[in-house]
């Protein structure tokens, strides 16, 4: 998938391993979500291997990249697109060498200047669950990196219809989201909701 192809990704779904996952990645994506990560820290390798084969076949079918959470190796294996670390985890010129792209997340000013990749995630806008410990990072961010950031970039954290257009209206242009869709009777509905927040 090139690095260019971001560019026009406006959705991005990050999701756990769960047992419907086929027609949840089939729901999410009717609704709008155009990129899929896979991020599940419980499961051990094999099955979480398992897991990304499927999000492999249904992102495949669809032509969207799939990433793959910290893990380059599977990444590799699952025929994934891109890899997603930290700023603790592997350096991105070391997931570089695996033949994948990196996405990165980043949670402040300088982190944003001096970030490589092909794109970045900024947060966590609101505080969230899934990043428990960080404090969140406000709007004050997301308006920084829509006037600095050099890569695409998604806010993300905390990120619901409800405070969508908020984040949007900071400078935001790709939303990252969990809990919105992950947690949703109706996963098609809800990623439409986030979808008509955002500008094409």
């Not at 999410?28 to 419980?42: T, W, Y």
């Not at 010129?93 to 995630?121: N, Q």
């Amino acid at each position: 998938m090139p690095a260019a192809d971001l560019g026009s990704r406006r959705l991005y779904l990050i999701a756990p391993a769960r047992a419907d996952l086929a027609d949840f990645l089939e729901a999410a994506i009717r609704g709008g979500v155009d990129l899929v990560q896979i991020r599940d820290k419980q499961l051990s390798d094999r099955p979480l291997l398992e897991a990304l084969a499927t999000a492999r076949e249904v992102t495949a079918r669809h032509g969207l990249p799939l990433v793959v959470n910290d893990r380059p190796d599977l990444a590799v294996l699952a025929g994934a697109d891109f890899v997603h670390v930290g700023q603790d985890d592997l350096p991105v010129e070391a997931v570089r060498r695996f033949g994948l792209g990196v996405g990165l997340s980043t949670h402040a000013r300088r982190e944003i200047d001096v970030a490589e990749g092909d794109y970045l995630g900024v947060g966590p806008v609101h505080a969230t669950p899934t990043k428990q410990g960080r404090p969140p990072v406000g709007l004050d961010l997301v308006r920084y990196a829509a006037e600095r950031a050099r890569l695409p970039w998604f806010a993300i954290g905390g990120i619901d219809a409800e405070n969508a257009g908020d984040v949007v209206a900071a400078g935001a242009r790709r939303l990252a989201v969990v809990r919105a869709i992950g947690d949703s009777a109706d996963p098609e509905r809800a990623a439409r909701a986030l979808r008509d927040c955002l500008p094409e």
